[in-house]
């Protein structure tokens, strides 16, 4: 059984900078053909995927958030990361990682696994 966990600050301040950690047991960030990505819901709105990381390493990015998002990994940690750069009160959302077999996820069942989630406020 694959679980994903997300931590990092609840509270950011304004242009400052998100960063995300998503820790995977029970599976290996580098098991071939699988996807690991970010995923955020603004309260109100809907899901928007941000990013991913693949079994390779390669990364890929929504294009509305591409400037401002950086996706790396820690393959002996078993961790991928997110920043999010220059952050703005409109970042703020609850922020998910999963995993799947396609790099972008824009509905909940494109996903196999998803984390728990982790509220983040953007605030002064």
């Known amino acids: 059984q694959v679980q994903l966990q997300e931590s990092g600050p609840g509270l950011v301040k304004p242009s400052q900078t998100l960063s995300l950690t998503c820790t995977i047991s029970?599976?290996?960030?580098?098991?071939?053909?699988?996807?690991w990505s970010w995923i955020r819901q603004a309260p109100g709105k809907g899901l928007e995927w941000m990013g991913a990381?693949?079994?390779?390493?390669?990364?890929y990015y929504s294009p509305s958030l591409k400037s401002r998002t950086s996706i790396s990994r820690d393959t002996s940690k078993n961790q991928f990361t997110l920043q999010l750069n220059s952050v703005t009160p409109e970042d703020t959302a609850v922020y998910y990682c999963?995993?799947?077999?396609?790099?972008?996820?824009?509905?909940?069942?494109?996903?196999?696994?998803w984390g728990q989630g982790t509220q983040v406020t953007v605030s002064s």
């Open positions: 999963a995993r799947a077999r396609i790099p972008v996820l824009t509905t909940r069942g494109s996903g196999d696994y």
């Open positions: 029970g599976g290996s960030i580098t098991t071939n053909y699988y996807y």
């Open positions: 990381i693949g079994y390779s390493g390669h990364t």
